[in-house]
């Protein structure tokens, strides 16, 4: 099914107007993929909310012209669909790898971050990263660790004088 001129410029608006909000994209080949596991990734895809596209490889460099996903151009041969990150850089690269392991046609191509292209093999380091809530999480967690550790500081001469007189008290009683 052929698109027309006006369909074809619908579909690189979209893209690009994507391309132009996300923090990150994957580019994977869905070749050997039934329709019943593309139907699932792409309802897993909705409910991480991540964009999963199957986009013409020439509509696609057209669409990520002039945005920090241009390097992908190097990943777009062959069939493939791309997978863009919205909300947290390891979004879809995480979906990719779950969605891999039961899935074995699934094959990550490139990995855009930060204007950069990955190579596949970095999947694991990209889903790896933490999202924005887990990232606050544990600066928050490093910051407070000090503050825990000078409260103990300080309140450990009194509960050593209590554990003594109690020691004390314990000892007359039984002796």
Known sequence: MALTLAEKQAVVAEVSE?????ISAVVADYRGMTVS???????DARK???????????????AVENTMFECLNEALTGPVFLAFSQQAPSSAARLLKDF???????????????????????????????????AIAKLLYVLKAP???????????HAQLVRLIAAIGDQKRAG
């Open 100 to 134: 891999a392991k039961n899935n074995s046609n699934v094959k990550v191509k490139g990995i855009a971050l930060n204007g950069q292209l990955l190579d596949a093999s970095q999947l694991d380091f990209v889903a790896s990263l933490p999202t924005k809530d887990e």
């Open 37 to 43: 596991q593309m139907t699932q990734l792409r309802s």
């Open 18 to 22: 994507v391309a132009s909000q996300a």
């Open 48 to 62: 991480a909310g991540i964009y999963v596209r199957v986009v013409k490889n020439t509509l696609c460099r057209r």
């Open 147 to 157: 503050i825990t550790q000078l409260a103990r500081t300080m309140a450990e001469p």
